[in-house]
């Protein structure tokens, strides 16, 4: 029996419908005791052994966001060229609001990363998976308060490491890009954009054995 009422299920369905990856912002500052309440969040993302390895930097200097933008568009470039003959349509996307968006938030894995064996001793990626966990806590708590957030991934995770004065043995995971948005995308922007569109679910449920498909039911 659930502890939650009908209409406050539905209200987490609907955010996570709701959720996009933004890139477009208005650079209106984000209200600290917001921005408080969503790291908060964050920091409830569930860990492989109770390790929490997520830190976040926010980024206030202007100056160390453009050089951290310089550093995104730096790959953006090498990216577009390794796409090949989609080269061109990648450099037209707008991959990131750094520069425009209230709040910049670095997420990282933590240093000493090798003295959490539990849950790593097979699977040493899950303290990434972990981070990413709270990430995603913070991304479906920005989408309720309204907020914009965008998860930025193009970069040199070892310049940018450099660049914030990050210990040996962390990690720089996402540029996180938080702010208000004149309004949410209807749909994930680079399916509007034509560049790749959802899977089908029932293409990526198997039962059993890989490749034995079943047919889950559909939601109500």
Not at 215 to 220: D, G, L, R, S
Request: include cysteine; proline fraction near 5%.
């Amino acid at each position: 029996m659930s502890e939650f009422s009908r209409e406050q299920i539905d209200t987490v369905y609907h955010v996570i419908a709701a959720r996009r990856d933004m890139r477009h912002f208005l650079t209106d500052p984000v209200d600290p005791q917001v921005l408080a309440r969503l790291l908060a969040a964050a920091h409830l993302a569930p860990s492989v052994g109770f390790m929490q390895p997520w830190r976040f930097v926010r980024i206030t200097d202007r100056a160390l966001r453009r050089a951290i933008h310089a550093l995104v568009e730096e790959e953006r470039v090498l990216t577009a060229k390794v796409l090949g003959e989609r080269g061109d349509e990648f450099m037209r996307l707008k991959v990131e609001g750094i520069l425009e968006c209230g709040e910049v938030l670095v997420a990282a894995l933590a240093d000493r990363r090798e003295e959490h064996v539990f849950g790593r001793r097979t699977m040493p990626e899950m303290d990434l998976a972990s981070v990413a966990c709270a990430i995603q806590n913070m991304w479906l708590a920005a989408r309720a308060e309204g907020i914009g957030m965008g998860w930025v991934s193009l970069f040199d995770p070892v310049a940018l490491r450099a660049l914030l004065r990050m210990p040996e043995g962390s990690r720089p995971v996402a540029v996180l890009c938080l702010g208000h948005v004149r309004e949410f995308y209807p749909r994930p922007m680079l399916e509007m954009e034509n560049w790749a569109q959802r899977s089908d679910l029932d293409k990526l449920v198997f039962t059993d054995y890989w490749n034995e498909r079943t047919t889950p039911e559909k939601p109500a």
